[in-house]
């Protein structure tokens, strides 16, 4: 994907400035393969990047204050570094403050700079574009100062801005991804260890997104209320068993010996989780042997999971998975990120994936009359300084 052009507009101008030191920032979007509300359950996550990206160029100012500019959004935004606060109501620039504050709190000395961002990452679609704009803004403050600070170590400190700043109990797998899986790899995490591996994505398989077309905000409350739901489950489960520190020691004998005391809600979404980690752990294993077919059935099943044990779908995303497993060549479909909205993940042969793409878009088209937006995945590279001048 080429640069928009305001962007190296932007950078002529910032370089031609009297402060000198103009940046440019490129990050990716995650794709879950899958793994989905497992990384605050501590469990496992198998998570790429794919090439569409937030853009941002920056070019610093001789006091302490940001201003900020969304293209997408249409704003512009001034704060001062000195005694950041979240504030009322919830937007976007709040991203950018908790950024900012998380960076100063883990001792990086910032400095005033302008910035200007640009996502051609869907909102609300479960592509983690807040997680991209974090990154974005930390990469490009920090390369402002001539700082770093090393991949697993920002993506925590972006993670702390997101829960403190939008008030999302995530979890660490989006920041994880957009610093850590290399260029056609996604990466197994392990999120209580925070161990990574990469594993090839072979180039046969072929991955398709399709945006059902309803926005989900995180900082609603919906997901937090799953999050607090795990918290509940686990302060049951460790009263008979307190090894159980997370939703990641529990073993399915264990969760069917507490059935009653959870009650019905609070064991479906445990019933959700502890599968959850068996089916990335069979999906590594899918990958590794080529089979696109088994693959395929662990996205159905971990639809079904989501759907009926975490209650996380809705009618559109329910219409897409319906449209796309119609479609020939569809080995399976799910929908990808937190839900409650945003996109199908589907599987095919990659040699199909046009075709596929086609039937898939017209297919939903003729159910809802909605034309989707669509993208081949491609796993790019990790988020970086792409020029510094
Ligand atoms: C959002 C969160 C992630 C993760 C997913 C669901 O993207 O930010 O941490 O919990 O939802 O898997």
Redesign the pocket.
């Known amino acids: 994907m080429n640069m928009p052009a305001r962007f190296s507009e932007a950078l002529n101008d910032f370089s031609a400035g009297t402060a000198g030191g103009a940046v440019l920032v490129k990050v990716p979007a995650r794709v ?1 393969i899958i ?6 359950n501590n469990g496992f ?1 198998l998570p790429m990047s794919t090439a569409i990206f937030t853009w941002a160029t920056a070019s610093p100012r001789d006091d302490r204050k940001i201003e900020v500019t969304s293209h997408n959004i249409g704003e512009t935004c001034l704060f001062e570094l000195d005694g950041i606060q979240p504030g009322q109501p919830f937007s976007w620039v709040e991203y950018v403050k908790g950024v900012a504050a998380e960076l100063e709190g883990f001792g990086i000395v910032l400095r005033g700079a302008d910035i200007l961002i640009e996502s051609d990452i869907p909102l609300g679609a ?1 592509l ?1 574009s ?2 991209s704009l974090e990154l974005a803004v930390a990469k490009t403050l920090l390369a402002v100062v001539g700082e770093s600070v090393a991949g697993p170590e920002l993506a925590k400190l972006c993670q702390k801005a ?1 829960q403190n700043y939008a008030g ?1 109990r ?5 920041q994880y991804t957009l610093n850590c899986a290399e260029e056609g790899h996604a990466i197994l995490l392990d999120c209580r260890s925070l161990e990574v591996f990469q594993i090839p994505m072979p180039p046969e398989f072929g991955f398709i997104l399709t945006d059902c077309g309803v926005k989900h905000r ?1 900082p609603d409350g919906r ?1 937090n209320s799953r999050a607090d739901e795990c918290e509940a489950a686990v302060e049951i489960l460790a009263r008979n068993a307190p090894d159980i520190e997370s939703l990641r020691d529990l073993r399915t004998d264990v969760l069917e010996v507490n059935r009653t005391a959870l009650g019905d809600v609070l064991y479906r979404r445990c019933r959700h989780v502890v599968s959850e980690n068996e089916r990335v752990k069979s999906a590594v294993q899918a990958i590794e042997d080529g089979e696109l077919q088994k693959l395929g059935a662990l996205f159905d099943a971990c639809h079904t999971s989501l759907r009926d044990d975490y209650e996380v779908s809705c009618d559109e995303l329910e219409a897409l998975v319906k449209a796309a497993n119609a479609s020939n060549g569809v080995f399976g479909a799910r929908m990808v ?2 839900g409650f909205g945003g996109c199908v993940l589907s599987v095919c042969r990659s040699d199909r994936v046009s075709e596929v793409a086609t039937e898939i878009r017209a297919n939903y088209a003729t159910v809802t009359g909605q034309e989707p937006w669509q993208h081949i995945v491609e796993p790019a590279k990790p988020a970086r300084v792409i020029t510094q001048s």
Do not use: K, P, W
Not at 170 to 174: A, E, L, S, V, Y
């Open positions: 879950n793994g989905e509300h497992s990384d605050y996550v479960g983690s807040s997680a997101e999302v995530c979890g660490i797998m989006d995180l997901f990120g937190a």
